[in-house]
Every structure is written in structure tokens, then in C-alpha cells.
């Protein structure tokens, strides 16, 4: 059945190719159906600190300095986090048309928020890194030029372009989504980095409250999958050729291009 809904229909999905639907099918039923065998809480804290682990380790092509920040927490993917970014923030800003669940959220809610066309002094921020439009930094160097008292950092794209580094010190939340990043859209599963506690987020996380399944998923595919996987397999001359062939025009994400100047996901073109 296709849905017609545009929220949905705007949405890029990631590449599952034979390497990485190898590593998913070598998870274990331990993976896919956690439970509490002895009843303790190390069963439920212990998956969430490999998590943590773990991802500082696989991000450090991209992100540097997570490993000073003093909380993490698992999400159920970025929209989790960026749900109570919003919820915790007023009139947050944005790049106008940077990702557009921004304001596809803002405007079913009825919160207020800001489109931004020019630099502004503004409380929260919010910006896409790799960009939401073209896989660069259009949205972060923008937001460079505001002056914010706090910066929030959304990683939906972590992954998908050439490992260049950024250093998040200046940032007060990084949420970091493994959708596309680890080929598991369904599996709602991400983390942020926060420079402050989160108490709401911080409760759950505390008592194992998490999709644990989703962690341990995640955990298991960055413990065999490199890094750079998807910008060595598809990236570069690969990616020239597949838009070249295809018609499209390329952006430098391997998920996103641009079909009669309409942003088109690329998988299903990969998948041809």
C-alpha cells in the first residue's frame, strides 16, 4: 500500500545491501528478544554503556569531542530527540528549509518557532549536519554565523557522506540517528549527547527503560561494520556514475540527490 501523506513520502530511505543485511541476520535471538535473566540491573544498564562505547568509537570519523560530554542517552531515533528539544525549548530556530520535520512538527503542535533566511541572535538552535539539502555544511556554516546561546547538533546523515571531522565542543545536544547510518529505520534507535542533564530522557535511561533490542542491534552492526563502509562502497566515482546514469544530480551524500530540482532519495537507484 502507498501512502500518499507527505511526511512519510518525503522521508529517504537508507541503503540494505548484502554486506550489512549479512550482519543483521548474524544477530542472535539474545539480540532481537532481550529479557531479564537473572533480574538484575546490570542486563539493562550494561547494553546502554556499550552503546556509549561504541559510538564514540565508530562517530570519531566525523564527531569530535563526544567523549567530553558528561551525559548520553539512548532515543528512539532522532525524532525521539528532537521531540523533546522542541518540548524544552521556545521558539527554537532553524535554517529555513533545513529539515523539514522542524516545521512539519511546529505546525501540527502549534508551538512557535523561527524560520531563519538571515544570521539572528536566537536562544536555541537547531542545525542538520551532514545537511539535511545536500549532505554538506550550507546549514552548519549558516548557523555558524548566528549568534545562539545554544547550539543543538542532528546527525541523521552521520555516515552517508566522506568522513571529514567536526568538533561538536561548541554544541549543547548531539543526537545521533542509526536509521540510516546503520540500515535499521524500523528499529527506532539513537542517542544524544547532552552537555546538561535531561531529566526526562535521564529517568528512562536510569532504569533501562530503552528499546534494549535496538541497542544491542546497534551495537552488534558497528562492532562489524566499518566506519567508512558506505562512502568507500558507494561514495566518490561510484556515486557520479549512479547519478550520471540515472539522470539525477548529486549532492554529497550518498542517500540524496535531486531529480527535476525534486530531493529524491538514492537507494532504490543503488538498489538498480
Known sequence: MQS???????RIKPI????ISSIISSASSEIYSPYDKEFNWAERIGPIKRLQITTLRWSANWLTGLEKFPFMYVTDGNTDYLINLFN???NIAWKKDDYSYYQHWHSATGRP???LSEPANVDDLVVSWPGYN???NTELTFANQCTAKRLHLDCAY???VKPTNLDVSNFETVG???SKTLSIPYNRIGVC????EIKDISLLNKIGYVNLSGVKLATHIMSKLPPDYFWNTYGGDKLTAMCEKHGLTKTDSILIAYKNGKRVGTAPYWIQ
Do not use: A
Not at 16 to 19: A, L, M, N
Open 16 to 19: 540494505r545491501d548484502e554486506v
Open 4 to 10: 500518499s501523506d507527505e511526511l512519510y513520502t518525503s
Open 158 to 160: 552521520l555516515g552517508m
Open 134 to 136: 545536500y549532505g554538506d
Open 193 to 196: 549527547f547532552s552537555k546538561n
Open 113 to 115: 518557532y523561527t524560520e
Open 88 to 90: 524544552r525549548s521556545y
Open 176 to 178: 545521533i540517528s542509526f
